[in-house]
């Protein structure tokens, strides 16, 4: 897939340019920052915004460059982009009444399942993001190499979702990243984000092109098809930098 006639390239975040809510290596950051001299980019993720800060400080040194960098965080229910700071541009709230909902069936649905928190946990489990609810398995700030050994051992998250979805009837019950679960109003998802990109960049479809890891069905990045965008689909970031290679091969001719 070729981006010389793409407007933007629209990224998922963890487990395509970065590890599970790891920093972007100074490689990736390099690559990144050629694009951004190139191209419009838009990064999509269920991620809070206060996580894309953490996982990208690389990029913070290249400031007329981030103003062609836009921000999707929440699964797209936020966007921010860059003014000398970054500035929100638009926030999909959800009201108290509903993250309440939410929290309140996560513990109904540990209860339904048997489901007991791990011993040791790093941060909050289910953090209220205002846009969306998230439940981190082992907390929010778990290290990389412990969610991967619970998913492989541990991972009763297909259970619990089927749990939350009793309750949860009129939500959007997502099972992203490693160690986590997504509740979002219904219809959010990152076709919405897509559709927002569209919408406020004033940029069709038909000039954008996704990246992401999951893009399979049942994956977190599915959802975006239905849009028609072009997608390719790779393991790791490690792909992700042989994509963007051969990209920069194309357009910096």
């Known amino acids: 897939m070729s981006i010389v006639n793409k407007q933007i390239a629209v990224f998922d975040l963890d487990g395509t340019i970065t590890e599970s809510k790891t920093q972007m290596d100074s490689e990736m950051a390099d690559l990144m920052i050629r694009l951004l001299a190139k191209r419009k980019v838009a990064i999509i993720s269920g991620g809070a915004f206060i996580q894309f800060e953490r996982q990208m400080p690389a990029l913070k040194g290249s400031e007329d460059l981030l103003k062609n960098l836009f921000l999707f965080p929440t699964t797209g229910t936020r966007f921010f982009r860059?003014?000398?700071?970054?500035?929100?541009?638009?926030?999909?709230?959800?009201?108290?009444?509903?993250?309440?909902k939410i929290k309140n069936a996560f513990e109904q649905a540990y209860k339904d399942i048997d489901y007991h928190h791990p011993t040791e946990?790093?941060?909050?489990?289910?953090?209220?993001?205002?846009?969306?609810?998230?439940?981190?398995?082992?907390?929010?700030?778990?290290?990389?190499?412990?969610?991967?050994?619970?998913?492989?051992?541990?991972?009763?998250?297909?259970?619990?979702?089927?749990?939350?979805?009793?309750?949860?009837?009129?939500?959007?019950?997502?099972?992203?990243?490693?160690?986590?679960?997504?509740?979002?109003?219904?219809?959010?998802?990152?076709?919405?984000g897509i559709k927002k990109i569209e919408e406020l960049l004033g940029i069709p479809v038909s000039e954008m092109i996704f990246v992401g890891d999951a893009l399979y069905e049942g994956g977190n990045d599915y959802a975006v098809k239905r849009t028609g965008v072009e997608t390719v689909e790779v393991a790791n970031p490690s792909e992700t930098k042989v994509l963007l290679r051969k990209w920069l091969d194309e357009i910096e001719k």
């Open 82 to 100: 860059f003014d000398g700071d970054w500035k929100e541009v638009y926030a999909d709230e959800m009201t108290i009444e509903e993250r309440q």
């Open 121 to 192: 946990l790093f941060g909050e489990v289910v953090e209220d993001r205002g846009t969306q609810v998230t439940f981190s398995a082992l907390g929010q700030q778990a290290p990389l190499e412990l969610k991967k050994q619970w998913r492989e051992t541990q991972d009763r998250r297909p259970e619990l979702v089927m749990a939350l979805e009793k309750y949860l009837s009129d939500f959007e019950v997502k099972m992203p990243g490693v160690t986590s679960i997504d509740v979002t109003r219904k219809g959010i998802d990152k076709a919405y």
